[in-house]
């Protein structure tokens, strides 16, 4: 939520009937004695430091549910589990429960799946455990915030704040636990009705994003799972009933392919049962007051939106917990959609996830009515058409403000309101083009209004990515500057203030000096009425006080009226020096009122106006012109920074209330979005290391194929030929430019992109190793790839073929090293043993009952990650794999002999040698010393299974008696004799 947050507060009526009514904010009058915002946070008021708690766990539960997204095990999210493999008959949805015995009855009854379900256990219990508490705490949550406001009575002592007593809020508050207060005035409060209004639309985020996130039938798989593992069946503390019936799947609702059933979302969100009444009187303060004052920093009209564009996400959200309204009051609806959407129709929810209300309003009457107004064709392209034309006159202007010296600190000082105000026509700009041109989200792309309204945007706002992103970049640029600026003004504010009133005072006296004789300047007559009243001027200037600058500032304007009387009234602009005293006092004192107008809230202002939160998501539909503008020009990656940095300002969001507090979440929810963004920062930045990569594959391609090594001699006639004058040129012309490439990447300066500090030059050679990493995956998995079909044998032919591209590989990344500044040879031995060591892993994990996940392994880098590539369905996982096979097969004991005389095998039918001892070394020169290594150990894996399958296969075959009484016999035939032969 906005740092920020100012409002005045509002309370509800005491019936229900007038809830519905949505209370008028004028009822909460009657509460006389309200807190301030700094006391109902202070540490030592239960009822605030309990709602702000609820509110910072609500942040931190998003991003733990964000987080965990991407690391749902892909045999959950088959849309059936009969397609989960061997896993199928062990994975269930929610029928389970009615038939839980006969399905655990089921499974024990079966050894092959016993052992199934144990090696599933084994595998992701840890992971299972922490998406049902990220679950759990969803519920949790909604049922504290629910029990926060339920009684009304006697008055409680304060109870300490634990962890979760933030749970029972409102039932406590209602209950009289907080001595003085109650849902009205906590609603009244500035503080209060921010966070009540935040609790539940947190919730509400929770409710979407699950179901944005992750699958209903994933979801109820997952908790069925973690019910049969975890041991929490017969717990008296379990609540995953509750957490079930919160989590089941919506009737009707799917994500692929999309379809949405009447009720949906308010009868998922009614599952929790907020009371309606509180819902109520929070969605009256949003309709009649600015909760979080923004309208100090948006004063102009036609910036209202964007103003209340915060409370706007908010309002959307809880009006789902009383759809009466969207469906039944048109005349509120219309008040809502003039106040917060009366030029737009796609908002931000939270970090970056969209929504389309034409779309999501579609099948509520009142909503849709209401909305109809915002989207009148003409007036669409009236917006639209403004927004064109500002894009170009916005450009043009800030690009002359980023013109060297032009920006600099007197024109800041003399020009602070209008560069603020330039500021937000550019971001205000830039927030409508960027959404209302975002590709439409889930549902909405399916909805024909939708797609009317997008086409209608972009024609009539002649949309250009390219255009847009320059007016970002520009613009960010221009905030950078202003802020550097504005933050050095305001740290050297009251030192400058205090030497411009020491100077001016110096100056005032010098010329009371000049008027009384003793310092004679020429042609100026001596004074003593102008030396007394100079001198009294200096005194009224030595009083000033920097604290008191209300009255400091008017007595500075008077001051300065007074010099221009004198001025003028004794007709000293004939004295030239005199003129420049007075001049410059004038100008001392003018400083000293503009430095006066640099406050912090100016600072405020900018980070507020500068909020990209909005583009969180959408920033990557631009990186394709990002990644163009920099092969163009590597220089661009400087003004990217500044971009970056911007963007880097959305983590005040969630991690406002979570600081406040003084979470213990502050850091984990602070790395999980910093992470985000670094990885997208690297990302976009991957085009440079790719653009060298091409550039080194030409040179790899000259280096073996076209230029001839030179000899120890040559003949003088030949020279000529082995100098390849056209060849060399075009090696040192790619070396050129892949240094240029270098240069452009170190240029950016280190930057913390939230709490991760981000170095240029690791990020360059993190990019280096992650386009070497895929480079060298792809060139071994397409190297090692057989045909079992072949007439003969390929092993050999793909082996030399890999070696030679291999060689080339690690002798251009030697030949490059000195112009990327780069150890070339440690990275090389580096990335490779990752990428064999990964690779013998992953085909290691079908001997294993306790495998090693993609998240688990010690070899895979989320910044420079190993391709993971689909296996080709002949057996193996990987190329590893498959080498080891192909050996096993060309030297199958069914088909070749071995002799050891030559170290050779061969065919037993032909007598032909098929493979020698030489064998091993082209292995070494393809996958080096780390895939003979890897050979090593799954040949002992193969060996290990056969050895059991074979043990296996005796225990079942001597099981019964006359069996066993042959093998006894057997074993006594063989042992050896201890006593004399009986003759």
Sequence with gaps: MPVHARGHGNSRSTTTDNCKDLCQPEMGQKYSKQLSMSDFLASNNPCGQTILQLVATGNAIISELLRLSDYVPPVFKVANVKDAGKYGEIIFDFSYFPKQEYYDDLINGRPDLQDTDDEFRENNLTLLTRFYQAFESVHKYGIEFNRLVQIEGSQKNILPVDDFIILRYVEDLMNGTYLQQTVENVIANEAGKQLMTEAVYLFGVMLIILDLKYDAAARERMIVSYFRYSGKRNALDSNIDEVGKLLARNDGFSLQPYRRPPGY??????????????????????????????????TELEHQTTAFATQAAMIYVLLYFYPDILHNKPAVMREIVDKHFADNWVINLYMGITVNLIDAWDQYKAAKAALNNTLDIQAVKNRAQIVYSSIGKLNTQVEQYLTEGVLIEDYVLKNISQLLRFMKECNI??????????????????????????????????????????????????????????????????????????????????????????????????????????????????????????????????????????????????????????????????????LNNVQESTLSIMELVADLSYAWIIIDSFTLVMQQGIKRNPSLVTKLRATFLKL?????????????????????????????????????????????????????????????ELPLRAEKDKLREYAQLDERYQVAKLTHDISVFTEGMLMMKTTLVGIVKLDPKRVLEDGIRKELVKQVATALHNGLTFNPRAKGSELIAKLDALGIQMEGFRRSFEYVQDYVSIYGLKIWQEEVSRIINYNVEQESNSFLKQKVYDFQSSFQNRHIPIPRIAPLGDGSVNFMGRLCREILRVTDPKQTYYAEQRNTWYDWRTKQPIVDILLFRKIHRAVGSFGLNGLDRLLSFMIVKELQVLTDTIQSVFTQRESADMLDSFQRQLMPIDSLISK
């Excluded at 599952?271 to 929070?282: A, K, T």
């Excluded at 504010?493 to 300047?521: C, H």
């Excluded at 006080?545 to 400091?552: K, L, P, R, V």
């Design 265 to 298: 979302p308010e009868n998922y969100f009614k599952r929790i049962g907020f009371r309606e009444d509180i819902i109520g009187m929070i969605i009256g303060r949003l309709r009649s007051d600015d909760i979080y004052n923004q309208k100090k920093a948006y």
């Design 429 to 594: 700009c830039l927030r409508w083009i960027i959404l209302h041109t975002s590709e439409l989200p889930i549902g909405a792309d399916t909805n024909k209004r939708c797609k009317q309204m997008l086409n209608l945007t972009i024609s009539e706002a002649h949309y250009n990515p390219a255009e847009v992103f320059q007016l970002l970049l520009n613009t960010a640029q221009f905030e950078f500057n202003l802020k550097e600026i504005v933050s050095q003004l305001l740290v050297e504010k009251y030192d400058r203030w205090n030497a411009n009133k020491r100077e001016a005072i110096e100056r005032l006296l010098e010329l009371a000096d000049v008027f009384s004789g003793a310092k004679p300047l020429t042609r100026v007559e001596k004074n003593d009425n102008l030396q007394a009243w100079f001198r009294n001027v200096a005194k009224k200037i030595e009083t000033l006080d920097f604290d008191d600058w209300t009255s400091a500032g008017r007595q500075t304007n008077q001051i300065m009226t007074a010099l221009d009387e004198v001025q003028q009234f004794h007709e000293l602009d004939t004295n030239m020096q005199v003129k420049q005293f007075l001049n410059d006092n004038k100008r001392l004192l003018s400083t000293m009122i503009l």
């Design 648 to 708: 880097s300002s959305a983590l005040d969001l969630p991690l406002v209330r979570i600081n406040q507090v003084g979470s213990k979440d502050l850091m984990t929810v602070s790395q999980y979005y910093s992470g985000e963004l670094v990885a997208y920062v690297r990302k976009v930045l991957q085009i440079i290391p790719e653009t060298m990569f091409t550039m080194l594959a030409k040179i790899i391609q000259l280096q073996t194929n076209t230029l001839k």
